[in-house]
């Protein structure tokens, strides 16, 4: 079983990796860190904590991330994808009293402090909230075991412009200074991602086999996200589950991925190019060794992924 650490936006991919997370058990979901990126901070809190209330799961402590990226920019927020409120067409209420009393970054230096060396931090949001706790506490965060992170495209077109991800492109000071200093880090990009594919078919199996309120919120928040990704893909037959491939991902399923090693360097200063993400894969690079070294998923097994998704969401849990 795996401690692990959610740092997420809270829209609709990350809802479902959120679920996943709570119905594995092979996953100890100690804390979830919940920043700005698909919608703002105080909605992406209040996603969390909502879905923790349908899971019966309000002991997971949910910490405040960050509210914009590291540039001060104002965050571009993204109701097309992820519905106004960031779950689709569902509209969770307030709990006013629980937003007075969020928890901060020092609830989350707690946890990794109490958990030894064996906390796996998995980030599939912008890298803001990731590298503030690595500039407030090197020392805390140099116990984390491991960290994976969804974001970048290496061999494959964009999705936020034509060379840069959503979250690296969301913060690329961020993004690069995660990549260039987190020791133990594993990449999931988009190349990878985009093949992470849930079909109609498969999310109307999830539907009939779901028996909790959790697994309920399952296929309408992913009918609206197909909806979107209709209009926009008309070719493709699923709606590609990004943060859920991450998390997957720490949990090292047989045959899932296949990994290069490389440094990665993420762009932030360029005129066209911010986000971009950036690594050797010239023919005769290989794989390299040493602190800076980045492991990066670039082949995934569909039939792998498919089969556990339904496993994991449709247990009885
Ligand atoms: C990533 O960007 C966010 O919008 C998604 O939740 C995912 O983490 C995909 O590029
Ligand atoms: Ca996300």
């Known amino acids: 079983?795996?401690?692990?650490?959610?740092?997420?936006?809270?829209g609709i991919d990350d809802s479902i990796a959120l679920t996943y997370a709570l119905k594995n058990p092979e996953v100890d979901l100690i804390g979830v860190v919940s920043g700005y990126g698909n919608i703002d901070r105080e909605k992406a809190y209040r996603n969390v904590e909502y879905l923790?209330?349908?899971?019966?799961?309000?002991?997971?402590?949910?910490?405040?991330?960050?509210?914009?990226?590291?540039?001060?920019?104002e965050p571009v927020f993204f109701p097309e994808i992820h519905g106004i409120e960031g779950l689709g067409p569902i509209n969770p209420p307030i709990p006013e009293e629980r937003y007075a009393n969020r928890t901060n970054f020092s609830k989350l230096f707690h946890l990794i402090k109490n958990n030894g060396n064996e906390v796996t931090i998995v980030n599939v949001g912008r890298c803001t909230s990731l590298a503030i706790a690595h500039y407030l506490s090197p020392e805390v965060m140099e116990d984390v075991k491991e960290t994976y992170l969804?974001?970048?495209a290496f061999m494959e077109p964009g999705n936020a412009t034509e060379v840069a991800e959503a979250n690296f492109f969301g913060d690329p000071i961020a993004a690069n200074y995660v990549c260039q200093n987190v020791a133990n880090l594993t990449i999931v990009p988009?190349?990878?991602?985009?093949?992470a594919l849930l079909t109609p078919q498969v999310v109307n199996l999830i539907d009939t086999r779901s028996d909790s309120p959790l697994e309920e919120i399952i296929k309408p928040i992913l009918d609206f996200y197909y909806e979107y990704y209709q209009q926009q893909n008309p070719g493709i037959l699923g709606t590609p589950q990004h943060d859920l491939a991450a998390l997957m991902a720490a949990?090292?399923?047989?045959?899932?991925?296949e990994y290069k090693k490389r440094e990665v360097k993420v762009e932030y200063k360029g005129k066209f190019t911010d986000g971009e993400s950036i690594a050797d894969f010239r023919p005769g690079a290989s794989n390299c060794f040493g602190p800076k070294c980045t492991r990066i998923a670039l082949k995934i097994n569909q039939?792998?992924?498919?089969?556990?998704?339904?496993?994991?969401?449709?247990?009885?849990?």
């Open 251 to 257: 949990l090292d399923i047989d045959g899932l991925y």
């Open 190 to 195: 988009l190349d990878v991602t985009r093949d």
């Open 52 to 73: 923790l209330e349908l899971a019966d799961r309000t002991d997971i402590p949910v910490i405040a991330g960050a509210t914009r990226p590291l540039s001060g920019e």
């Open 150 to 152: 969804m974001g970048g």
């Open 303 to 317: 039939n792998v992924f498919v089969s556990n998704v339904l496993e994991i969401l449709t247990n009885h849990r």
């Open 1 to 10: 079983m795996k401690k692990i650490i959610l740092f997420a936006d809270t």
